[in-house]
């Protein structure tokens, strides 16, 4: 079974751009610009040094990528105990098999390329053959390979450092052990060959790096820092002597290699450990990434030695809990994550992303304190709501956060955390456990927030001022916690659902109770589309009910999720009801018919779900993932019939987009799905009483009175001249002079005229397919060949009917009844009107000498004005119809 969704396909995934492994730079020498590789998930992404734009996204592999190197052509990644060579950054063109366990470390060498197992296999292989070229194995208890360099100018020979902390210089042609150096005492992580030739940069498990000359065993000079193993280790090289080694902690350390000193401290470069660490070569730049999702690009500029930011890529570092789209143009999706920020990504390019930041108790103790020490850090966000009205004049966002009862605004355009922070007074003087806020709401017309509490209250504000407007119910709204509040589209009404069961309706303005209805289970969340004023509420018993805000009636109930549900969105028409659950599905339920017409299973249960306000993308974050993931709505450019689902339909799981590509995934042609997509086939005639028109231009038919005045019109002034063939040899005119000799001399004037009569008296197939039909009485050959022939060859096959045209009185005849067979049918009806004019025009006075063809005429005649005088009655009621509504006062 195909394993694909009828409705989504998906498109492409947002917010990913880096993973635990180091990033591979490379220089590619016809554009003459240096690109960058990272890995994401199971495949990489290419980028651009110069604008850190996206250039290209691998094609995924089965799992994820578990290491990833490049030489000058390919990009070598591997999972498990397979190696694959990408080129052009897109497709795989070789597969190395050989190892029996998991590769951690690739070398590209040449012409080859080095692979080392953590069983302590060693493989080189050619690149081209795919074939062993070598194969070491190391004994563990003696040498465990952790990292691997080719010295630079040393002819294949490869280092090898080891968890022991001794290294081994090979050479790998003659397979032969060099040289074994002793080590220091510690783990080697990292090998990095230095500017000047013979040296390489070691980086140990204690922090130590070793500036070592292995040509004569020397150690030139030794740093230390203080966070850690040494992650990455990378040299300077446009006339600086400096060199840079990332850490666990996230730091990079910057040294003077003349001096012999540490010069600088890059700290919190990234959040986590510093994965790769890279200067580009010949410019004052380096580039790092990390697992926390970000690609950082560094310049040397100014004084002091530190690099300063120059661009970056950031997603989130820990997954999103909730998205929603921004705006009305669907081109911006705000993201809160886990990791506390607030984030905007847009489906149209990178460089629009944008981080509102963390928020804070108090921003600017925070910045002093630095993010890793800040104790008034917020808790992530946990539900939030924005609307662009007034987002130029104050703040458009406002967010809950987990189990805090502070409501904080954002400010989309400074791209910041707000002036506000919204919390009841009475609650601000005694601080109790377990308060906080749960579900929050911001009005169309960005003047006004509602806020629900875990307590059953519900407050309003006002967005501009932050003042406290008011409270729903006496005391509180409900008697349970608030599980979502949500104002429609021209401030009349306020719906509140609460933990017990009861979903409210209130007047906005007064805050006075209108109705309330009691639901089978808890709600879970609600959701309101605001121009059809429909809500959808998600139950604990993981059903779902969609109410009228009108009527303040239960419309549809729907049932089929087996787990909670985390998120529901509509489609912008208001139709399509789309629900995402803990069961790895998400379904799409049409409102109208009541049904289930998409189900698709994921391999991750998505957290999250927003359908773009333009219908073009359902956006969605799962559990456990940074990325969020766009599907496109196929319902927009392709044929889809909106056929709803069986009960005992079973999903089958599909990839996430950006994971797998297109071309990877077998598609099998589906029987079931390939029978609900029959397309309609039109009869020709959809009943016998109606008249039906030919699909035949106008051109074919529309001419066919005025074909004289055409050709007159088309006549050429003069007849086309014979080009001058000049002959092979040239005639010369006898005399004192020499003079070539004209054609027309040459021939004296004269040229020979060969008329081709052609073959004469040669019947058509038009003509004896009429005979023939004298005999059958069926007409349909004929009229085939007439439909196939343009107006010219009409005209000519029906002036040939005549009998001074080579034809008789008989095929006459048999032309008529052809009309009158068409005419009873009620098919073709123009084009049996245009071929019985242009007979009459060119044959009437035939007609009126001959008594047979008055007798076929006076049949036809009747027929013609029967069907005639009721086409008529029907022009004239229509025109009367649409006069009356043109010009009458309604």
Request: glycine content about 8%.
């Amino acid at each position: 079974k195909a394993a694909e969704s009828a409705l989504f396909s998906g498109f492409r995934a947002l917010g990913l751009y880096s993973n635990h492994l180091p990033h591979v730079l490379r220089f590619h020498r016809r554009h003459r610009a240096f690109y960058l590789a990272t890995a994401a998930g199971r495949s990489f992404h290419t980028y651009n040094v110069k604008k850190l734009g996206i250039v290209a996204v691998s094609n995924a592999l089965l799992q994820d990528i578990t290491c990833l190197a490049a030489d000058r052509m390919l990009v070598f990644a591997s999972y498990g105990n397979l190696l694959h060579a990408f080129a052009r950054n897109k497709e795989v063109v070789h597969v190395y098999k050989g190892h029996k366990a998991e590769i951690h470390l690739l070398q590209p060498f040449g012409d080859h390329v080095i692979s080392v197992d953590v069983d302590n296999v060693l493989i080189i292989w050619d690149v081209q053959s795919e074939e062993e070229y070598l194969q070491l194995t190391f004994d563990k208890t003696v040498f465990i390979v952790s990292a691997i360099t080719h010295p630079s100018t040393y002819l294949n020979k490869i280092l090898l450092g080891s968890e022991q902390g001794s290294l081994q210089l090979w050479n790998v042609k003659s397979n032969k052990l060099l040289y074994t150096f002793p080590g220091w005492g510690a783990g080697v992580t990292t090998l990095q060959q230095a500017p000047a030739v013979d040296v390489v940069a070691i980086g140990l498990v204690t922090g130590h790096i070793i500036m070592h000359n292995i040509k004569y065993d020397e150690m030139l000079m030794k740093f230390q820092q203080d966070w850690g193993p040494i992650t990455a280790i990378s040299f300077r090289t446009d006339g600086h002597p400096v060199m840079a080694a990332g850490s666990p902690l996230g730091h990079v350390g910057l040294w003077d290699l003349e001096k012999k000193k540490l010069i600088s401290q890059m700290r919190n470069v990234h959040s986590t450990a510093v994965a790769g660490v890279s200067f580009v070569h010949g410019e004052p730049l380096l580039i790092t990434n990390g697992a926390d999702n970000a690609i950082r690009v560094w310049i040397f500029d100014g004084p002091g030695g530190a690099g300063r930011l120059l661009r970056y890529r950031m997603g989130h570092s820990a997954p999103p809990t909730k998205i929603r789209h921004h705006g009305q143009n669907g081109e911006q999706i705000l993201s809160a994550g886990q990791d506390r920020t607030l984030q905007s990504f847009s489906t149209v390019h990178e460089s629009f992303n944008k981080s509102l930041g963390r928020g804070s108790i108090n921003k600017k103790k925070s910045k002093k304190q630095g993010l890793q020490y800040d104790t008034r850090a917020l808790p992530p966000i946990t539900t939030f709501a924005s609307e662009i009205a007034r987002q130029s004049d104050w703040d458009g966002i406002i967010a809950c956060h987990q189990g805090c009862i502070i409501c904080t605004t954002w400010n989309y355009q400074k791209t910041s955390m707000g002036v506000h922070k919204l919390q009841p007074k009475t609650f601000s003087k005694n601080k109790l456990l377990d308060v906080y806020a749960t579900a929050v709401d911001i009005t169309t017309c960005g003047n006004f927030a509602v806020i629900g509490l875990s307590t059953g209250h519900v407050d309003v504000y006002n967005m501009q001022s932050g003042i406290h407007r008011g409270h729903y119910g006496k005391v509180k709204a409900h008697e349970g916690a608030i599980r979502g509040v949500a104002v429609d589209g021209l401030n009349q009404v306020t719906v509140t659902a609460g933990s017990e069961g009861v979903t409210k309706f209130w007047k906005f303005k007064t805050r006075e109770l209108i109705h309330s209805i009691d639901l089978c289970s808890s709600p879970s969340r609600i959701l309101l589309h605001r121009d059809s004023g429909i809500l959808g509420i998600a139950l604990d018993d993981f059903g779902i009910s969609v109410v009228d805000l009108e009527t303040r009636k239960i419309v549809r109930t729907f049932s089929g999720h087996h787990d909670q549900i985390n998120d529901m969105a509509f489609s912008p028409d208001g139709r399509w009801l789309i629900t995402a659950s803990m069961d790895c599905t998400i379904r799409t339920w049409d409102l109208p018919s009541g049904c289930l017409i998409d189900c698709f299973l994921l391999d991750s249960a998505a957290i999250s779900i927003t359908m773009s306000p333009t219908g073009d993308f359902l956006a969605s974050s799962h559990v456990d993932d940074l990325g969020i993931y766009l599907w496109s709505n196929r319902s927009l450019y392709s044929l889809f019939s909106l056929r709803p689902l069986p009960a005992d339909y079973e999903p089958s799981v599909i990839m996430l987009p950006g994971t797998c590509s297109a071309q990877d995934v077998d598609t099998i042609e589906d029987e079931e799905t390939s029978d609900e997509m029959i397309e309609y086939d039109s009869p020709e005639q959809l009943g016998e009483r109606l008249v039906t028109l030919s699909l035949l231009s106008e051109s074919r038919w529309k001419n066919l009175l005025n074909l004289d005045t055409i050709k007159k019109k088309n006549k050429p002034k003069e007849p086309p001249k014979v080009p001058v063939s000049a002959p092979f040899f040239i005639p010369t005119v006898p005399g004192l002079v020499p003079r070539y000799a004209s054609t027309e001399q040459e021939n004296n004037g004269q040229q020979s005229k060969v008329v081709n009569l052609g073959i004469l008296a040669q019947k058509s197939d038009f003509y004896m397919q009429l005979e023939e039909a004298l005999s059958c009485n069926t007409y349909e050959s004929p009229l085939s060949i007439l439909k196939d022939m343009g107006p010219s060859g009409i005209e000519t096959e029906l002036r040939g009917l005549a009998p001074e045209g080579g034809g008789s009185i008989e095929v006459m005849q048999s032309f008529l009844r052809l009309i009158g067979m068409m005419l009873n049918t009620k098919r073709d009806f123009e084009l049996a009107q245009a071929y019985l004019a242009l007979f009459l025009k060119l044959h009437l006075k035939i007609i009126s000498l001959e008594p047979n063809l008055l007798d076929e005429i006076s049949k036809l005649s009747p027929q013609l004005e029967e069907t005639w005088n009721q086409l008529q009655t029907l022009f004239n009621q229509s025109l009367c119809v649409l006069n009356y509504t043109k010009t009458a006062l309604l």
